[in-house]
């Protein structure tokens, strides 16, 4: 994909004005497809390494909560979201993993708003035997009944992708 991706950047630097519209869109479509491409295979590698040779720490979810909220500063910004969220506790995790855990529920929250909605998010934990529950609640474009079998299927899409950015 390296290789594609350069190539194309050559010939759109060498020869970009020469090229006639119909390739010009070709060469467009390619670079889009290589960074799908691209996404779509650090998403499998990041999904491979889940767990692995990792050893449980403890973890407290405000920290973890509170510099999830900074690292998405801008398109909290940006969409003018609010995120509130419970007391949460201490438990015993890999550290990252609950990073990314909260940083995509909270990031898919901000990016499938309603138009012209101001987002509104909230994260709850509730201690259950032997685990804590946590939800994440939105006033988002939520997810019809027929879809619920596909939210956990890898990169599986909801919407196309001229709506919503993303590999699924």
Not at 13 to 22: H, N
Not at 105 to 120: C, D, E, Y
Request: with cysteine; net charge neutral; hydrophobic share 40%.
């Amino acid at each position: 994909l390296c290789t594609v991706t350069g190539f194309v950047e050559l010939l759109r630097m060498d020869f970009g004005e020469q090229l006639p519209e119909d390739a010009k869109e070709y060469v467009r479509f390619i670079s889009a497809s290589t960074k799908r491409m691209s996404e779509l295979i650090k998403g499998l590698l990041d999904f491979s390494r889940i767990g692995k040779e990792k050893i449980l720490e403890p973890v407290d979810c405000t920290e973890t909560l509170n510099a999830v909220i900074a690292d998405l500063g801008e398109a909290i910004k940006e969409s003018n979201a609010i995120i509130t969220f419970d007391d949460m506790p201490l438990i015993q995790a890999f550290p990252g993993e609950m990073q990314q855990l909260f940083q995509n529920l909270l990031s898919n929250a901000i990016k499938f708003r309603k138009p012209g909605i101001t987002p509104r998010i909230h994260v709850s934990v509730k201690s259950l035997p032997g685990y804590w529950q946590f939800e994440v609640s939105d006033n988002g474009v939520g997810i019809q009944p027929r879809h619920y079998h596909k939210i956990f299927l890898l990169f599986q899409r909801l919407h196309n992708r001229g709506t919503y950015a993303g590999t699924g």
